[in-house]
T-cell receptor, first 113, second 111 residues
């Protein structure tokens, strides 16, 4: 079984400031890690994923995340946010041998002018 | 290539009524999922289907049934709707243990 904890439920930030959304996970098996973004009144879409290889992964819209196996974390970062980044962000893990995904409760990012 | 489609987009039911939410994907994915999303609770898995012909319960299956009609379609049925089932319902599909592709959601209100 696995669990995902998103450490901040809401993150307000000013436009052009850097942001970090934190995600910790626990699992008894190897997992793949994902970040999804949900804009208002839409479904979720993939932001980035870690399957293997380099622990720093880059995604769409200038986001990146770093997989830290020892700390079981997968924090999402962006050096300079835009108003259009206002959305809800979900961290998720999936066992590498297939099976059900587990999602965190989400972090609402609000970018203010 | 439409991805994952869901119907209807909105629905209002009275307590005790039944309805079926439809989901279809055109990506030839093996696995399909039904989630519900409630404020502050993230996504909770209702049922999933690892492959055509199989279905399994997720975290919150009570009050729901599913049918994997074929590889493309996975429907969710509420036999007797209750106000606690007011939520946004998302269908998703995936080929392997990789990213999930989500539909646009169905907003259901049960009065």
């Amino acid at each position: 079984a696995q669990s995902v904890t998103q450490l901040d439920s809401q993150v307000p930030v000013f436009e052009e400031a850097p942001v970090e959304l934190r995600c910790n996970y626990s699992s008894s098996v190897s997992v793949y890690l994902f970040w999804y973004v949900q804009y208002p009144n839409q479904g979720l879409q993939l932001l980035l994923k870690y399957l293997s290889g380099s622990t720093l992964v880059k995604g769409i819209n200038g986001f990146e995340a770093e997989f830290n196996k020892s700390q079981t974390s997968f924090h999402l970062r962006k050096p300079s946010v835009h108003i259009s980044d206002t959305a809800e962000y979900f961290c998720a893990v999936t066992p590498t041998n297939a099976g059900k995904s587990t999602f965190g409760d989400g972090t609402t990012l609000t970018v203010k002018p | 290539n439409a991805g994952v489609t869901q119907t209807p987009k909105f629905q209002v039911l009275k307590t005790g009524q039944s309805m079926t939410l439809q989901c279809a994907q055109d990506m030839n994915h093996n696995s399909m999922y039904w989630y519900r999303q409630d404020p502050g609770m993230g996504l909770r898995l209702i049922y999933y289907s690892a492959s055509e012909g199989t279905t399994d319960k997720g975290e919150v299956p009570n009050g729901y049934n599913v049918s994997r009609l074929n590889k493309r379609e996975f429907s969710l049925r509420l036999e007797s709707a209750a106000p606690s089932q007011t939520s946004v319902y998302f269908c998703a599909s995936t080929r392997t243990a990789n990213e999930q592709f989500f539909g646009p959601g169905t907003r259901l209100t049960v009065l």
